[in-house]
Structures are given as structure tokens and as C-alpha cells.
Nanobody
Framework: QVQLAESGGGLVQAGGSLRLSCAAS????????MGWYRQAPGKQRELVAV???????NYADSVKGRFTISRDNAKNTVYLQMNNLKPEDTAVYYC???????????????WGQGTQVTVSS
């Protein structure tokens, strides 16, 4: 029904930057909140940042001042600009979206496949 395609992960040195993108496609009527989560080895998945349809944002304390989430509603795309990366940011990053589908006008939660971010010290 709905697919989330992530891109932009990779290997970067501490202090460097990466920009993640996630494009939603499929039977989309509208998208409410879009967000990024991450999961490091041996740890639970955690919220990194979320942006609501109106543009309001929330961030995990660990990334405030370093990461910026944004969205392009015309493209159904959410971005995560990550600056001053630290080794502890190493994780698989997952995109999430609350999508209202055209078929039922119900809202469902969708996830991307994940993209690896590795920060070397």
C-alpha cells in the first residue's frame, strides 16, 4: 500500500555530517507525523526526531542542537540533517510515517527498511 524509501546513510568520521532522506509513495491521502528512529546493536529502538504536519518538531535530548528534521509535503519526503556526528550516533536509522490511505481514509503506521549510519572515532 505505502512504501517508505530511505537513503543517505553511510560511514563518516566523528564531527562530520550526513543527510538522510525518506520518500513515501503509494496510496497516500495525507501524512500526519513523520519521524526518524534509530536502533543500535543490543539496544531498543528510540525516537530521534519527529515533525508534525504543521511543522512542529520534537527531538531526543541527545541530538538537540546537532540534528534537524524537515519535510517537503509536496514530495511526501522527510529529511534528517545530522551534524557534529558522534560515535554514539552509530545505529540503523528508520523512517516512520503516519499515513492516511486513500482506500479507507484510515491512518496507519509505516516504516522504512532502515539505513545504516556509522560514525568512526
Amino acid at each position: 500500500q505505502v512504501q517508505l524509501a530511505e537513503s543517505g546513510g553511510g560511514l563518516v568520521q566523528a564531527g562530520g555530517s550526513l543527510r538522510l532522506s525518506c520518500a513515501a509513495s503509494g496510496v497516500i491521502f495525507s501524512i500526519n507525523a513523520m519521524g526518524w528512529y534509530r536502533q543500535a546493536p543490543g539496544k531498543q529502538r528510540e525516537l530521534v526526531a519527529v515533525i508534525h504536519e504543521g511543522g512542529s518538531t520534537n527531538y531526543a535530548d541527545s541530538v538537540k542542537g546537532r540534528f534537524t528534521i524537515s519535510r517537503d509535503n509536496a514530495k511526501n519526503t522527510v529529511y534528517l540533517q545530522m551534524n557534529n556526528l558522534k560515535p554514539e550516533d552509530t545505529a540503523v536509522y528508520y523512517c516512520n510515517a503516519g499515513v492516511v490511505v486513500t482506500t479507507t481514509l484510515g491512518e496507519y503506521d509505516f516504516w522504512g527498511q532502515g539505513t545504516q549510519v556509522t560514525v568512526s572515532s
